[in-house]
């Protein structure tokens, strides 16, 4: 067995093949403990796949990985003690409260009844949900099912947290409180691997990010490494006036390339790498008498990041991590 070498995980070379397809073709991970560590990918990427093998959930065909020190073959049942997993879809029983879930999730996790009892408050409290505890699951609005499904992962508090897609269909506000969640954890020694289909999501949270395409790695590093990986920059124009557009979108054409018209009808953007030259632009603007409120020159999206390495804007349909494999969806 190779030596421990401190990361929360570290995978080489991992295969899986579904018949004759594979799914995950030699995806390489090096994942330091007590950060956000985003995955991004298209569906049908290997995402899904890579996350089931690192959580003991699907057997390598191929290569090797440790969490926390742990073989994830030879040591399945020391991976399952330190890890919890969140999938898309919610663990638990909407026929019971949101207290009676934590219970029943405490008790099977060996804490005797008063502790379980007093881990469940805790909880509820924690994830505002004290008003609600006594209600049926099912009656809960999505954001407070997917709060109590995590805080149902952390009644033990985990070494390593998969999340998967964690918030899928939830309202800005009820996204919010997901992300401070997390933040928490993280900020507590918890490791996060997050598996998401927002990209404004992983630029918010991930510490580094993974993007797996065709099975394997494409591109890793932190947010700014990536956008700066693909040489590509934004320059923004606002202008006094609308009715100047067209003239402001001839100039910017001619001297920088296609422009996009923004739904503000003042707004005008155009791919730009160089801010000298960014700045000359805005001074034959003045000089032609086009009047500019304000401009900015900024990094790519990461949206322009994913397009670039991919060759297509991020798939905003979702995957099921429950059941089939993301890796058959066309």
């Known amino acids: 067995m190779a030596p421990y070498s401190g990361l929360a995980i570290e995978a080489a070379g991992l295969i899986k093949s579904f018949g004759a397809m594979r799914a995950v073709d030699g995806v390489d991970l090096a994942v330091s403990q007590g950060c956000v560590y985003g995955v991004l990918g298209p569906n049908g990427a290997g995402k899904t796949t890579t996350i089931r093998m690192l959580a003991t959930l699907l057997r390598p065909d191929a290569g090797s990985a440790q969490v926390l020190g742990h073989d994830v073959v030879r040591e399945a049942d020391a991976v399952r003690g330190v890890i919890s997993l969140t999938g898309q879809l919610a663990s638990v029983d909407e026929e019971l409260t949101g207290r009676e879930n934590l219970i029943l999730f405490a008790r099977l996790l060996g804490l005797n009844r008063t502790k379980a009892r007093a881990r469940a408050a805790e909880l509820l409290e924690a994830f505002d949900l004290t008003a609600a505890a006594t209600r049926l699951v099912k009656n809960y609005s999505g954001g407070m099912r997917r709060r109590l499904d995590i ?132 001074a034959e603007l003045a000089r032609s008498s086009i009047g500019v409120a304000n401009f900015s020159l900024g990094q790519p999206s990461l949206d322009e990041v994913f397009l670039a390495l991919t060759g297509h804007p991020a798939d905003k349909g979702t995957v099921n991590f429950g059941s089939g494999d993301e890796e058959h969806a066309a």
């Open 151 to 282: 805080a149902a992962s952390i009644i033990v508090t985990p070494q390593l947290m998969f999340l998967d897609e964690p918030t899928t269909g939830l309202d800005p506000r009820s996204r919010n409180q997901v992300w401070d969640i997390v933040r928490t954890l993280v900020a507590e020694g918890t490791t996060v691997l997050l598996c998401t289909q927002y990209l404004d999501e992983a630029d918010q949270l991930a510490d580094r990010i993974a993007v797996i395409d065709h099975g394997t790695v494409i591109a890793e590093g932190t947010t700014g490494q990536l956008k700066a990986s693909i040489g590509l920059g934004t320059l923004h124009v606002r202008l006094l006036d609308p009715q100047q557009r067209p003239d402001a979108e001839r100039l910017l054409t001619r001297r920088l390339g296609a422009v996009e018209l923004e739904p503000d009808l003042a707004t005008l953007s155009v791919a730009c790498t160089n801010a000298e030259r960014a700045a000359e632009t805005i």
